[in-house]
């Protein structure tokens, strides 16, 4: 039986405040994929839930992790000076792996959507993150050699507000849908994607919108003018939704932990949904 759609779910690596579940995207991620698996949901790759979405050969129940901004604790353990020890998505994904056993079902997969520039993510890890290297790019290229996890592109310098200057064309931060012109677009999108090929050894397929914000430009005129030819495949925006055949594929929708869902009773709602 085919299923009219899938869900999309994200997380934040670097979200480590407590060791509590809604503390701590870390412990959360973990015990979301348990919570996955009893429900009898299968994770795949994003790549693959749209081929058989499109093809009509989608199995009810599929689900695609992604994480947001590209921190360290996407792939690689860290040791938190008050929480301790944080395993990072990827060992996290392997001990799920190991539980479930290789007849789960699962393609297990996750997109991991990163901010680009080295400067930007070295300016916020010194601002907002007290400087401890939680955001260089050193493990890019081992995350997609991996074959667990895929660097995707969360844009050049995200139009963070803690940055000294953005690609904004008046220096007007914190808000993704201000860049609307087409040079803003190449700066944010393409140069990201340069970069990521680059560092990462592979072209980004997916943009994440940061905050899932999207100027009507980007989204209805530059994505479907320049998007193919940069290797882009789709964006992914913030709707609380299922992606279905009727998705705009340069605003795919989807949920992110902390805000759509709080509690593994919430996550069994979307689910159902
Ligand atoms: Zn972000």
């Known amino acids: 039986m085919t299923a009219p759609g899938f869900k999309v779910l994200a997380w934040h690596s670097i979200n480590v405040n407590e060791n509590t579940y809604n503390g701590n995207d870390q412990i959360a991620f973990a015990e979301d994929l348990r919570t996955l698996h009893r429900s009898g949901a299968r994770i795949w790759p994003l790549a693959d839930a749209l081929s058989a979405l499109h093809a009509g050969t989608l199995p009810e129940r599929i689900v695609v992790l992604t994480a947001d901004d590209g921190a360290t604790l996407d792939f690689l353990p860290f040791e938190h000076p008050v929480c301790g020890s944080q395993p990072g998505f990827y060992r996290t994904l392997q001990k799920f ?23 930007a993510r070295a300016e916020l890890d010194r601002k907002d993150f007290l400087g401890l290297d939680l955001w260089h790019d050193r493990w890019w290229a081992d995350a997609n050699a991996s074959g667990l996890i895929a660097v995707e592109s969360h844009s ?16 007007r931060r914190g808000d993704f849908r201000l860049i609307d012109t087409e040079a803003e677009c190449r700066a944010e999108v393409d140069q990201a994607s340069d970069y990521i090929e680059l560092r990462a050894g592979r072209r980004p397929q997916f943009l994440a919108y940061p905050w899932g914000h999207a100027s009507e430009y980007l989204v209805r005129e530059y994505l479907p003018r320049f998007g193919p030819g940069l290797g882009l495949s789709a964006a992914l925006g913030c709707d609380p939704i299922a992606v279905t055949s009727a998705s705009d594929r340069w605003m795919l929708p989807r949920f992110m932990f902390n805000h759509d869902w709080k509690s593994a009773d919430d996550l069994l709602a979307i689910l159902r949904s």
């Open 97 to 119: 792996a190991d539980e479930v056993g290789p007849d789960a079902g699962h393609r297990l997969h996750a997109s991991c959507f990163a901010i680009a520039s080295p400067e």
């Open 156 to 171: 050049w310098d995200h139009n963070h507000p803690s940055l000294d200057r953005s690609c904004q064309r008046d220096n």
